[in-house]
């Protein structure tokens, strides 16, 4: 009696009604009922026993709440007390919610007015006179650990005038033999069930349920489920009718297309389910791990296909196939008969626990009826029978009916040491020497399960813990207040059981690639709801899946593998209309919406559409469009052709002192050869040529923009930030090498950088000055100043001088080295000379020679030096 679906079982085997003993014996065993027959039953008509047989999906249950119903009262038990659950909202939704109750282990719903009640079988209100009684899967007769309540069923339990008993095939000839009354009618598949193989996990199709027996079975599926199916609904005996429910509605609402689930769909749970997969064909049943029977596997492969609809079933996973034998008797539903059921006294002696314990021994009565396994009230009771202190309270027979009622708490916690048989055991102490449970222990109990943290397993074993109080709160002869316990037992459970239902949908579905999947799978005819947002943001049916950025998609960071796979397949039809648009964009936005970046590309909208290659000449480099799976050849083009009318337009613009000069001194014969090279090395050549040349020809440059330094030919132009940046990056296609940042404008000097690639700072502008690199333009000015000054001869070191550098005094003298000048230190006064001393002084490195150069830099062999001459 440690499952969900046990419910209140007296002292004598029988359950309780709302804590209080049903009469002994019942009405059923040739006594006189309590309650009086209800109005309009004739006592005269002989009552009917009928057994309904057959595979799943034959309609016997709905046949049996049909016949309920059209009694004036009646009674029905489930195997499973989500099966109660559900089939009471079905009778409340015919029959009102005054008329319907509910009684399971956990629950109890009873109006005063219920005339029709869905129970488990353990819980069966027997002391209660009803025109009809049923029980469902009767074949549960044969099982070790349930069977002897079932048995208890079918041999006594009858209504006033109809008695149904429902089940499979097999009970058929052990039913007829100890109910000799009965009659039997079967009942066909209304589907047809066919075998479909092995099918691997990734390519089950939608609307199929996967059967595993292990909760980290069931996790490991519903993972890889979830990755490459877009998630899956998870249902497993632990759970509650709540967070069931919950899960169910996932696969009922199509929200998700698959189910993983262990044995317990296999009791009458029904779905829209088109294919079952059993992922083993072992299971522990408590005791030990064995092997499925043909007629379980028909059982639960029988979920799919229901109505009308027909079915399938096979293996999956690691499963190997079926055999054969079992292929044939699921699909025939031909199985071998039991041929015994199981059995317990329930006859019980309660004058002393040792005869208790002697009469639940009994031996079975007669041939078909054996002893099944021992039940956990047994175990606990035999446990308790041991302690002395026990024994001594169990005294007289109102007492050993408490130690027996206490001992039939269910343990749906599952623990391996003795934590219930202590509970048990506190419970019974208290009921023994209090009567009534402590109201402080039974508020601490179960205010410590209230709470909604932790993974998947811990809210579980809340739950199976929570369960626990609930049955003990539903006694209303051991709780003061009993409805205000349930009430808080209720709501504890149901605070756990929508956490547990995020959990579960929160690591196994991935409501998105769902949807998308199911979309996709629709056929590539039907159209996406799609659309994409200001920021780039891309929805498809109402789902967002990434951005797309220039004419490329990024998937969302969260999307991994599979499901990353699924999001851009997705992309690529939403996108389909969307590309086209935005290159017919690009093509009409002005060049102030793209720009250049330092890494050689071109952006738009801060994504990178294109990148920079080298071209014919350093000031003209080609455009190549970035690869897009979006784009085809002719979008491609046009696109090159309007981001290459943007880039040239960017180069003319950033060096049109350049373009300038260059144009300008095509008109002088004499510059033509100078010019070309100083276009080619992008304004800036590092010479002293400049200074060799005549004061005439240098005026001539400088009227053009070029300036003819002492140590270079540049446009000065050139050195402003933006013209530096553009021949920064025009310097790094030509040399193929990733340009570092420039250092910013206002700086004068700076270390040697150690990430400049070779010849980057002669390009740009900075002349090496033995540690430090000056910047050319501060470096022509201040040589020409100095120059002038010594023109005849040494002078005073100018004051100041190092902050032009913004150098430390000490590294001046390596600097002015470099620019062609010496300091001479002060020396002081000799002993006999007054005055202030003499200050250091600067001069000239070396005298200037005169230029010999007058209007051209021609070379003295070139094929104009016979001309020059002649001139001259």
């Not at 008993?165 to 079967?186: C, D, H, K, N, Y």
Request: net charge positive; aromatic share 6%; charged share 25%.
């Amino acid at each position: 009696m440690c499952d969900e679906r046990w419910g209140y079982i007296g002292s004598s085997g029988r359950p309780l009604m709302n804590g209080v003993r049903p009469p002994e014996p019942l009405a059923f065993r040739g006594v006189t009922p309590k309650h009086p027959p209800m109005p309009g039953f004739d006592s005269g008509f002989a009552p009917r026993v009928k057994a309904v047989l057959g595979p799943t999906n034959t309609g016997k249950t709905h046949l049996a709440i049909e016949r309920m119903l059209a009694h004036a009262s009646g009674i029905i038990g489930f195997p499973l007390r989500l099966l109660a659950r559900e089939n009471y909202d079905r009778m409340v939704a015919q029959k009102g919610v005054r008329h319907v109750a509910l009684i399971t282990g956990e629950e109890k719903i009873v109006p005063p007015d219920a005339r029709w009640f869905s129970c488990t079988v353990e819980a069966m209100p027997l002391d209660r006179d009803a025109e009809f009684l049923a029980v469902d899967e009767i074949q549960l007769c044969a099982d070790p650990d349930r069977g002897h309540v079932f048995t208890d069923r079918l041999l006594h339990a009858r209504g006033m005038v109809e008695t149904m008993f429902l089940g499979a095939e097999t009970i058929r000839p052990l039913l007829q033999r100890l109910v000799p009354q009965a009659s039997v009618e079967t009942r066909p598949r209304m589907s047809q069930l066919s075998h479909a193989g092995h099918v691997k996990l990734v390519r089950l199709p939608p609307r199929s349920a996967v059967v595993a027996f292990s909760a980290a079975d069931v996790y490991a599926i519903a993972e890889l489920i979830r990755r490459r199916r877009g998630g899956c609904a998870v249902v497993m005996g632990r759970l509650s009718p709540r967070t069931r429910n919950a899960q169910v509605a996932l696969y009922q609402d199509k929200e998700v297309d698959f189910l993983v689930a262990t044995d317990a769909i296999g009791m009458g749970l029904n779905m829209d389910v088109d294919h079952v997969a059993f992922a083993s064909m072992g299971k522990f049943d408590g005791h030990r791990r064995r092997r499925l029977t043909a007629a379980e596997v028909a059982q639960i492969a029988g979920r799919a296909g229901r109505g009308m609809r027909d079915g399938t079933f096979g293996t999956t996973a690691q499963c190997k196939p079926l055999a054969d034998d079992v292929v044939a008797a699921v699909e025939a539903h031909s199985f071998e008969a039991l041929d015994q059921l199981c059995w317990r006294n329930s006859n019980l002696d309660l004058t002393h626990v040792d005869t208790l314990l002697a009469s639940l021994t009994v031996p079975p009565p007669g041939p078909g009826l054996v002893k099944g396994n021992d039940a956990a009230d047994l175990e606990t009771l035999v446990a308790l029978a041991r302690e002395p202190e026990i024994r001594e309270l169990a005294r007289g027979r109102r007492m050993v009916r408490h130690l027996w009622d206490a001992c039939q708490i269910p343990d749906f916690r599952k623990l391996t040491d003795d934590t219930h048989t202590r509970l048990c055991a506190r419970v019974f102490g208290h009921i023994a020497k209090d009567e009534y449970l402590p109201t402080d222990w039974l508020a601490g109990q179960i205010g410590a399960l209230a709470r909604a943290d932790g993974d998947i397993d811990t809210l579980m074993q809340r739950l199976s813990g929570v369960r626990v109080w609930s049955y003990i709160a539903a006694r209303t002869d051991w709780v003061k207040d009993s409805a205000h316990w349930q009430g808080r037992a209720r709501e504890v459970e149901d605070l756990l059981s929508d956490a547990l239902h995020e959990r579960l949908t929160s690591r196994f579905v991935d409501r998105r690639a769902a949807h998308l999947m199911r979309r996709l799978e629709a056929g590539e005819t039907q159209e996406l709801l799609s659309a994409v947002t200001r920021r780039g943001e891309v929805i498809v049916e109402g789902h967002p899946v990434g951005r797309v950025g220039g004419f490329s998609f990024f998937p969302d960071p969260a999307a991994v593998g599979d499901e990353k796979r699924l999001v851009q397949r997705a992309a690529r039809r939403a996108l389909r209309e969307e590309m086209p648009r935005r290159v017919a964009l690009v093509e009409s936005v002005p060049d102030a919406a793209l720009a250049l970046t330092g890494d050689q590309s071109v952006t738009w909208d801060g994504v990178a559409i294109a990148r920079l290659k080298r071209g014919a000449s350093a000031m003209q480099p080609r455009v190549q469009v970035l690869d897009s799976e979006f784009l085809d050849g002719a979008q491609r083009e046009r696109l090159r052709l309007r981001l290459q009318r943007f880039l040239d337009g960017r180069v003319n613009v950033d060096l049109a002192p350049l373009r300038s000069a260059a144009d300008r001194g095509a008109q002088q014969p004499g510059f033509r050869g100078l010019l070309h090279r100083l276009t080619e090395a992008l304004g800036l050549i590092i010479s002293d040529e400049g200074d060799n040349l005549a004061p005439p020809s240098r005026a001539a440059l400088k009227a053009i923009g070029v300036q003819a330094g002492r140590f270079a030919l540049f446009l000065p132009a050139l050195l402003k930030p933006r013209a530096a940046a553009m021949r920064a990056l025009l310097w790094g296609l030509q040399h193929g090498r990733a340009v570092p940042g420039l250092p910013a404008p206002d700086l004068v000097s700076l270390p040697h950088q150690a990430d400049w690639p070779a010849g980057f700072a002669d390009a740009m502008g900075w002349l090496e000055a033995g540690p430090v690199l000056l910047r050319l333009d501060i470096a022509e000015r201040v040589a020409a100043e100095l120059a002038w000054a010594t023109r005849r001869g040494a002078t005073a070191l100018p004051t100041g001088l190092a902050s032009r550098f913004s150098l430390k005094a000490q590294l001046l003298p390596v600097v002015l080295r470099r620019l062609g000048f010496r300091i001479v230190p002060a020396s002081g006064l000799a002993a006999d000379e007054f005055g202030p001393p003499a200050p250091a002084m600067i001069l000239p490195l070396r005298r200037r020679r005169p230029a010999v150069v007058t209007a051209s830099p021609s070379r003295p062999h070139g094929p104009f030096a016979a001309l020059a001459a002649l001139k001259r």
